[in-house]
Nanobody
Framework: QVQLVESGGGFVQAGGSLRLSCAAS????????MGWFRQAPGKEREFVAALGWSGLSTDIADSVKGRFTISRDNAKITVYLQMNSLKPEDTAHYYCAANVGSYSRRREAYTYWGQGTQVTVSS
């Protein structure tokens, strides 16, 4: 059974930073992609960032580009989302997800999901 467990969320003032972690287990994650999504109250879940388990390419949503970075530790089977210069509009529940097929930003392409972690940014 695949498990994705997020951690690192919390409450932070605007301009602050947080690092989210997503620990994966239950399958061989040498292929496929890992993504971060977020969902604010009353809004649809949106793509934030993604990367593959191999290679150096990452994909970052325009809304967070220049402030958020995604990285991984293959040995720990963990993916990180470093969030800097946080804004109140970044407030959302952040989810980690695994895509075992072709790359896509669409949430429907991601098979496995974690429970998420809440990020709240005050102004």
């Amino acid at each position: 059974q695949v498990q994705l467990v997020e951690s690192g969320g919390g409450f932070v003032q605007a301009g602050g930073s947080l690092r989210l972690s997503c620990a994966a287990s239950g399958r061989a994650f040498s292929t496929g992609f890992m993504g971060w999504f977020r969902q604010a109250p009353g809004k649809e879940r949106e793509f934030v960032a993604a990367l593959g388990w191999s290679g150096l390419s990452t994909d970052i949503a325009d809304s967070v580009k220049g402030r958020f970075t995604i990285s991984r530790d293959n040995a720990k089977i963990t993916v990180y989302l470093q969030m800097n210069s946080l804004k109140p509009e970044d407030t959302a529940h952040y989810y980690c997800a695994a895509n075992v097929g072709s790359y896509s930003r669409r949430r429907e392409a991601y098979t496995y999901w974690g429970q998420g972690t809440q990020v709240t940014v005050s102004s």
